[in-house]
């Protein structure tokens, strides 16, 4: 809604009249207040800030205390209480508080001082486990605010402060700073454009507007916060809204970015929700077993508290079947991997790209500044006629004045890059920072060692309100600069790709200066001198020119398409040097160990291309380095019988960059008709029925018949806005984060954010640690599910009480579930990890030698526990199940017959209630059941236990300590199994050293120490809670030594010799079977089939 404020001239600046010019929606409305002001001009004088230098010191903080700084209002958290409100929600966690409120309330009227215990106990342990799962939800929520803090710490934007462009965070911005824009920038704050520049700016993401919008000074001349500039030379703004008070600041403050799942969090919800089916159909069983055992067992004692109890245990095991912990584990894991990938220069924005990239299989690299260091020096080169050779090559005291005058003007006005010259904190640099394109730093580094200031040649040859400055255009490969001229004339200058330029030259500059026809033979000389400066893996760049005498010759629309592309002269062509990084060699060995093909796609051209990709090692003596205008020629047929060997694309567009990423993972590739029709509509000639096997990237039905098994797992490096198609069409794309622009950062899934190669390589290590560390953690988790539903379902169909009670059953969940997936999920890369081949898209989650774990351990553990269960009171020498530890003695006045043990008169009976204080005062069962001689009644002598008194216990015996030994030396048991279970757990294939590195995971051994302290408390204390008993020390150290016997049995499985499915793995050679005719072709094939005779 627009603003009814009135601005007048003479008002004071401030923020209403700020907010004024700047209302949503409503450009037109501001730009009518903007002109009563007297535009931007008026604007800058209330604010008193020069257009020219920008604002003082002085002024920033003037300007800071009265607008404040730039910082956004962080998007709103979910509140602890509402995420444990969703936690106790979860279905059966109400089931259970029903059940538990049944228990409770049935307990208090049977036993008002007892009954309340298991109800209570029950409500305790699902508030410790609702608790919980909030905190670890509200834990995430932290840990992904505090990455997006750490890297908007490394943001910066270029303002103009006291004359100097500086870099500096655009939370440092304040109102009337001059902004400093580029292509692929970011718009850090609202501003107003304040030179004649024209810029194109996507606000998508502001507006929902698709289309890139023209913005000018004299027209639409408002820049939005969080937009992109998709188009622009050097652009100057006025920053007007900052912060709250910018259009992207109140519209963040009621953002709430929903979660998404990533594929593996969605395959393994599947798999909980078919484990809670087995689940279910247990806990059923169980429930069957438990209500029959009631008359079976009990004679049908207690019916009602019975069936409460068996439906308190079906229930619980319910929630130990069903893992919920394998979600949780893949969210523990990422947070943790996504910390510590930021710690390696990887910053994760899509949560999903970390687990995808684990099995990536190709990686199609840019080269410069990512396998290169995008340090650019010119060394040598071809000048007007005269070749300077990297001795010869210097400060240009031999060349012509007239050539270097022309070439850096050339260089000083066709760029997009500059110098700035201190840091954040106004600290000298020890030389100067280009920002912007590194080889137009190079360019302007030779001409400051020729004696001449860009920024001095710029200001004076250059007019903003006449001339222009085009960006680089990816589909001339050049970018160029309109200059008029004093005397009327008008001068094109233009430099790029050198094949591009050179074949638009028909003259040359003589050594002179002056214009020459150029010859064949010159042509032919400067193309081999082209070839061999790319032959020693020099970058190579031409710089032409041509004269207009009066502006009038110029096209009608120079202005949208300057006449750069006919009748060039030949200025110069450089020979640029970029090393390669010291750890990219290393680097691109690694990734091809681990089975990933590496790919160079780039510019260049295919000499420079192959003999960097040879020194990186990507090259191999049967790959293919091709050039983008004959790949883009080819079929689908024709470049599936080469896709496999291709190893170098050089001279390519960013179009065919895209082509190839679709190509090779079916992403974008037209499915319908439809599709196809849209996709090809501007090419002229081409029909659905004739041409949709015959264009790249090809129709979805072809692709899916060559390729039965899928596709490949493509990660691809952009740094450039028209990169974004790309890095969009890759599994997983990857921008960079120092020379990246702000449109691929967006367009990607991770930023690599010192733009190396190795770090891209440390990407897939913590990707396939994910995996792994989700699959150790599964592999934990269905043992302890198997083994804990089929223990208390054999106990109670055997007629035993449950062997796990609902209380011990919630525990052992949060050992396995939060406990285990902290443990499990925490494991850092090895080595090891990139020694493998990547798994294919449809690999099963649990492997053979997973299968293999499993069994074996759950094998062993259950038939511990069932001999445990069925033998151990006897071989522990305790009572069976559960027993009385200490009786009182009622005062009823009963008497028993000794000899018969019947009921009877005080005449007959010599067996009162009072008996039990004679022979068994302070004690429990054991007592109660020995048989000892109680007296001679007839003559007859009496050898009895008082459990052969009719209903004796019964009716003058109150339990005051219950005796739960043979169920706590059980539930002691079981948890020792799986605190050593964990251990073995953190190897899937045969390694038998189940402690390598675990010094170094200080979570799993807090994990580990903190299960074991917390089971010694509720054994010891958990009492008629959790119907436990103290353990005597021999009894502790023989439970822990059977769950130590895990070890064993997980060395001992290891031997069994079993593999993992050779199909579960990537394999290259198997996958490329998909080439025509399944052969590979010849050298000389290749070269017929790419139209081309050069196949390096």
Known sequence: MASNTQIKPDDMLNQPLLDALNVEQAKDENKKKLMSINGVEGLSKLIGVSIQTGLTDAQVVTLRGKFGINQFPESPMESFLSLLFKALTDTTLLIL?????????????????????????????????????????????????????SSQKDERASVLRDGAIHRINPKEIVVGDILILQAGDMIPADAIICDDSTVLANESSLTGEPDDLKKSKDKDCFLLSSCLITEAEECRALVIGIGTHSQWGKIKANLVSEAVNTPLQDKLEDMTQTIGYIGMVASFGTFVALVVSIWARHGGKDVAQGIVNAFIVAVTIVVVAIPEGLPLAVVISLAYSTKKMYQDQCFIRVLAACETMGNATNICSDKTGTLTENKMTVVEGLFADTVYTQEQFGDGSTMAHEVKVLIAEQVAVNRTAYFVHTDQDGKPLPKPQCIGNKTEGALMTMIQQWGFNHDEV???????????????????????????????????????????????????????????????????????????????????????????????????????????????????VVGIIDPLRSDVIDAVRTAQNAGVVVRMVTGDNVATASAIARQCGILTPDGLAIEGPNFRKMTPQELDAILPRIQVMARSSPDDKYLLVTRLNGHGIPATKEEWVEKFKDREGVTFENDRDKLLPGFRDEWEASRPEGGDVVGVTGDGTNDAPALKAADVGLSMGITGTKVAQGASDIVILDDKFSSIIRAISWGRAVFDNIRKFLQFQLTVNLVALLIVFIGSVAGFDPPLNSIQLLWVNLVMDTMGAL?????????????????????????RPMWRNIICQATFQLVLLLVLLFDGAHLFGVEEGISCLKYSVQSNDLYWNAVTGAKTDSASGTITCKSFNTYCKGEGYSCLKTSRYLGTYNGVEAHKALTDMTDFADKCLTCTTKDYTHGTIIFNTFIFCQVFNEYTAR??????????GIAGNYIFLFVSIFTVFSQVFLVEVGGDALQTTPLTLIQWLITIGLGAGGLIVGALMRLIPIKDDPNSFFDHKQHSNYVVAGAAKSDDEVAALLHNDKVV
């Open 97 to 149: 508080i029903a059940a538990a409120t049944v228990s409770l309330i049935i307990g208090l009227i049977e036993d008002p001082a007892e009954g309340w215990l298991e109800g209570t106990a029950i409500f305790i342990a699902v508030f410790l486990v609702s608790n919980i799962a909030a905190f670890n939800d509200y834990s995430k929520q932290l840990q992904f605010r505090a990455l997006e803090a």
């Open 458 to 572: 710029k200001n004076k040859v250059y007019d903003q309100k006449k001339d222009k400055v085009f960006a680089f255009n990816s589909g001339k490969k050049r970018s160029t600069a309109v200059l008029h001229n004093a005397n009327g004339s008008v001068r094109i200058y233009c430099k790029g790709a050198s094949e591009w330029v050179l074949k638009d030259c028909t003259m040359m500059m003589d050594t002179k200066g002056n214009p020459a026809p150029l010859s064949d033979m010159k042509r032919n000389v400067i193309e081999k001198h082209i070839e061999a400066m790319a032959s020693r893996a020099l970058r190579t760049l031409v710089l032409a020119h041509k004269d207009y005498s009066k502006a009038s010759e110029l096209p009608a629309n120079w202005m949208e398409n300057p006449p750069d592309n006919t009748n060039l002269i030949f200025d110069c």
């Open 823 to 847: 443990a499990l999920g925490t494991e850092a890369p090895t080595p090891e990890l990139l020694q493998r081949k990547p798994y294919k898209r449809q690999a099963s989650l649990i492997s």
């Open 987 to 996: 190897k899937l294939g045969d390694d038998m050293n189940m402690f390598s």
